[in-house]
């Protein structure tokens, strides 16, 4: 089984700070995806990672997919309000079937 | 809007009861997954489909069954569950199985709670 281990479970923050959020595993992915989902609805993708040490950015939000492709972090600048919600990431195994998901970080940013 | 349409949104039913939910995908999309989600923990893959042919059953009790018309529409038809069932049921759609970069469009979810 390839279990992704999210941390932390929740981040309480107020609005302009920074964050980090992480995503470990002993397994080695073929790709890393990144999504968030708001109360109410599914996720959404923000991003996928394909190669180790890849960093992409989405404006404030900036993802890093480990050398090793066993880990990747989000980090989000200048947090606001609507950044609120379950953040998952998921791995891809190398045969390429079906993804596996993390309990997710559940981040709560308070104006 | 994701393209993915769930109904319904809410459930309540006991546990003699027979139920169904719905999954509709609007993006000409080619695989669909049902998933189950708890708190706290990790998103639980039940089901995938591929051209209508499911390819995938993650060990998921009989008391639900699957089912999938065409590419388009999935149902998940339930009997006789256990309250530890009580979960978000999302539904999923991607344009092929598999794929390291392939995306999957999730839809609303059905809050299900079984009394």
């Known amino acids: 089984t390839q279990l992704l281990e999210q941390s932390p479970q929740f981040l309480s923050i107020q609005e302009g700070e920074n964050l980090t959020v992480y995503c470990n595993s002993s397994s080695v992915f073929s790709s890393l995806q990144w999504y968030r989902q708001e109360p109410g609805e599914g996720p959404v993708l923000l991003v996928t990672?394909?190669?180790?040490?890849e960093v992409k950015k989405l404006k404030r939000l900036t993802f890093q997919f480990g050398d090793a492709r066993k880990d990747s972090s989000l980090h989000i600048t200048a947090a606001q309000p609507g950044d609120t919600g379950l953040y998952l990431c998921?791995?891809?195994?190398?045969?390429?079937?079906?993804?596996?998901f993390g309990a997710g970080t559940r981040l709560t940013v308070k104006p | 809007e994701t393209g993915v349409t769930q109904t319904p949104r809410h459930l309540v039913m006991g546990m003699t009861n027979k139920k169904s939910l719905k999954c509709e995908q609007h993006?000409?999309?080619?695989?669909m997954y049902w998933y189950k989600q708890s708190a706290k923990k990790p998103l639980e893959l039940m089901f995938v489909y591929n051209f209508k042919e499911q390819t995938e059953n993650n060990s998921v009790p009989s008391r639900f069954s699957p089912e999938c018309p065409n590419s388009s529409h999935l149902f998940l038809h339930l009997h006789t569950l256990q309250p530890e069932d009580s979960a978000l049921y999302l539904c999923?759609?991607?344009?092929?199985?598999?794929?390291?970069?392939?995306?999957?469009?999730f839809g609303p979810g059905t809050r299900l709670t079984v009394l």
């Open positions: 993006l000409g999309h080619n695989a």
């Open positions: 998921a791995g891809a195994g190398g045969n390429n079937n079906d993804m596996r």
């Open positions: 999923a759609s991607s344009q092929k199985v598999g794929g390291n970069t392939d995306t999957q469009y």
């Open positions: 990672v394909v190669t180790g040490g």
